[in-house]
Nanobody, 125 residues
C-alpha cells in the first residue's frame, strides 16, 4: 500500500528557507514519478517541482532557481529545498506519486494517483 507523509512546513520570514520531506512507504521513490504541489486558499492546486524515474527534474517558472527537488533512496524520502522564500509561496504543500515515468502533463494534479495529507508553509513579509 502506497503511503506518503509530508513534514517540514512552518512559518518563516521572506528570504528564509525551509526543507520539506515526504516519507514514502509501499514502493521505492525513485521508481515513481514524484512531485510537489501547492495550493493557496481560493486557488487551484499547482505543480511546483517534479522528479522523474531517470532523475530528470522539472520546475515551475515561479520557483526556478529557488527550489530544488531531490530524493534519497536509502531513506525512501522525497525532499523540496526551498530558498529565498516569498510571501506568494505561502500555501499547503503536497507530495504526489504516480507509478510510471512522468508524462508530458507532469504538472497536472490529475496525473497522480497518490497524495500526502499536506504541510503548511507560511511566508511573512
Amino acid at each position: 500500500q502506497v503511503q506518503l507523509q509530508e513534514s517540514g512546513g512552518g512559518s518563516v520570514q521572506s528570504g528564509g528557507s525551509l526543507r520539506l520531506s515526504c516519507a514514502a512507504s509501499g514502493y521505492t521513490v525513485s521508481s515513481y514519478c514524484m512531485g510537489w504541489f501547492r495550493q493557496a486558499p481560493g486557488k487551484e492546486r499547482e505543480g511546483v517541482a517534479v522528479i522523474d524515474t531517470d532523475g530528470n527534474r522539472s520546475y515551475a517558472d515561479s520557483v526556478k532557481g529557488r527550489f530544488t527537488i531531490s530524493h534519497d533512496n536509502a531513506k525512501n524520502t522525497l525532499y523540496l529545498q526551498m530558498n529565498s522564500l516569498k510571501p506568494e509561496d505561502t500555501a499547503m504543500y503536497y507530495c504526489a506519486a504516480e507509478p510510471a515515468t512522468c508524462s508530458g502533463s507532469r504538472f497536472e494534479p490529475e496525473e497522480y494517483n497518490y497524495w500526502g495529507q499536506g504541510t503548511q508553509v507560511t511566508v511573512s513579509s
